[in-house]
């Protein structure tokens, strides 16, 4: 059952980012007529004021919160600061202002670098705060808690449904393939793509190739945020991934074969694995009747094509 009409006001924050495009996409094939998006210039979301008076002015009936200062490992080690107030003001200034505007439905989209470091595996929702966080990130991982947190506590003291979701590591159009900030998909594909450009006989890759790591592409994660909303979830905390992983060696050697990299892969053990494995568990989502679609090596492929069409280039 769809409780959102086709006409609903529907406003995407972060609508350039590789999530929200994608959230863009599955609400046009779904067919929503009113999505509202705001560029960076035209709303400055770390402004209270201005976010409150957006608000109240178009008065969406649902709220996507996809916008966030994200980056990798040495993003968040020289930019704890930006990473914590940034990521805390968008969430405190959409959440608290959707409030105030009285708007009723709002989903806020979290990461699963919440969760402690030395998780059970796979990772169920309840594990949130029972124990510490992974350091290199933790300041990001902060922020993303408080979001979680407003979102419980506006629907308990307010009545508000305000829900968070937490995906698990994201792949696909529209992805950051700048290798000194990029996430090791994207980074291997590009790698591979430049190595076999140049007939290189090896790529080298950091790490020691054995930690496991999840990968859902983000058009499936798209998908599953609407379903929600559509469905009318108005519960706790919910993980959403594909429920299987593999390792980086495995994921390595799939990117080079998609790409049609044929030399060797040099695993690099002096560089940090970091967490040996983190897989969530979906069995919360899968019970309200979503299920991932895209097989990872059809979703690399798919990633691949349209990376080589931008000019390896995200959308911005």
């Known amino acids: 059952m769809n409780s959102m009409p086709s006409d609903a006001r529907i406003f995407v924050t972060g609508h350039r980012g590789m999530v929200g495009s994608a959230l863009l996409r599955r609400l046009q094939a779904r067919g929503y007529t009113q999505v509202l998006t705001r560029t960076r210039a035209e709303l400055d979301l770390l402004d209270q004021a201005a976010v409150y008076r957006y608000l109240v002015e178009h008065r969406p009936d649902y709220v996507f919160i996809a916008a966030a200062k994200v980056g990798g490992i040495l993003a968040n080690a020289t930019e704890r600061a930006d990473f914590l107030f940034q990521n805390l003001q968008i969430a405190l200034n959409l959440i608290h202002g959707a409030h105030r505007a009285g708007i009723q439905r709002l989903q806020f989209l979290g990461s699963s670098c919440i969760y402690p470091r030395d998780c059970p595996q796979p990772i169920r929702e309840e594990f949130l705060l029972s124990g510490p966080l992974e350091p290199t990130n933790e300041p990001y991982a902060i922020a993303k808690i408080a979001g979680v947190k407003l979102t419980e506590s506006y629907t ?8 968070s979701v937490m995906p698990t590591n ?8 700048d290798l000194q900030t990029s996430h090791v998909l994207p980074a291997l594909m590009r790698k591979a793509h430049e190595a076999k450009g140049r007939g290189d ?3 080298t890759v950091w790490g020691s190739g054995t930690p496991r790591r999840e990968f859902l592409y983000v058009d499936d994660l798209a998908e599953a945020c609407v379903h929600l909303m559509e469905s009318g979830y108005d519960g706790p905390l919910i ?3 594909c429920g299987e992983d593999l390792s980086i060696r495995e994921l390595a050697q ?4 998609v790409v049609g990299f044929q030399g060797e892969l040099v695993f690099d053990s002096s560089k940090p694995d970091g967490t040996p494995r983190k897989l969530l568990d979906i069995s919360r989502l899968r019970a309200l009747g979503w299920q991932p679609r895209t097989p990872l090596r059809a979703g690399i492929a ?14 911005r």
């Open 156 to 163: 308990r003291q307010h009545g508000r449904q305000y829900i």
């Open 239 to 241: 993980n959403i991934g």
């Open 302 to 315: 798919e990633t691949y094509a349209q990376a080589c069409a931008a000019g390896f280039d995200a959308p």
């Open 254 to 257: 799939t990117v080079a074969e």
């Open 170 to 177: 994201l792949y696909g159009p529209g992805d950051n393939y």
């Open 201 to 203: 006989a090896s790529i």
